[in-house]
């Protein structure tokens, strides 16, 4: 058995489940405002397999002519984006060791059959910055590889309230999630996964 990679710091059961609850909350407000939206593939138009929506000043969004950017207003609404809620702001600063707050925050949400394909997270201007994320509901199957295509992979189950912290030298690793475990959270009444990824977009200071 190895550890996880340097800069991969990971929180099992981060949140109980009362704070899963409140948080889940939050998720059903922003998205009231600002839908879940289809992002699809520049160039290609290929739909991905998640639906995504945003919170912060910026919020990640990808279609087939502009391809993957951050920008400040919903796609379709044309909206800017609700604020971070002040607990996820106030986990960033618990564990994310950088001095200053995120931009942007990215709500996935996956179906049961939904996954997401081996990439690098590198629309940011700011490496320096780590990527938290939080995920609730249903376990899924999360891999996390090299900084190279086709390197080794690690795999890691993560369930509902876990956090898992990316940073460092492993801020520019490949990741994916290979799967998702049906039913095994009673937290969303129609099942699925939501994965919140909290983000430095900008230069910091
Ligand atoms: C490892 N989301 O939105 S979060 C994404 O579960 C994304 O929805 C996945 O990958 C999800 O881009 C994984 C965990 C994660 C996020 C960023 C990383 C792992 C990472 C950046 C570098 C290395
Ligand atoms: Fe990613």
Redesign the pocket.
Known sequence: MSGLPEG?TYFPACLGRPEQVALLESVRQIVRDAPLFVPVMPRTGKPMQ?RMSNCGALG?VTDKQNGYRYQPFHPVTRRAWPAIPERLLALWRAVSDFPHPPEAC?I?Y?ADTAK?GL???RDEAEFAAP?V?V?IGDD?L?R?GGTQRGGKTQSIR?ASGDV?V?GGP????????DRIYPSTSTLLKDGG?I?L?L?RVTPAG
């Open positions: 991969v998640v990640w990215l996935n996956y997401m990439h690098q997270d990527v994320s995920s899924c999360f996390i993560l898992i990316l492993s801020r520019l690793r490949y990741h994916g999630v996964r994965n990824t983000r």
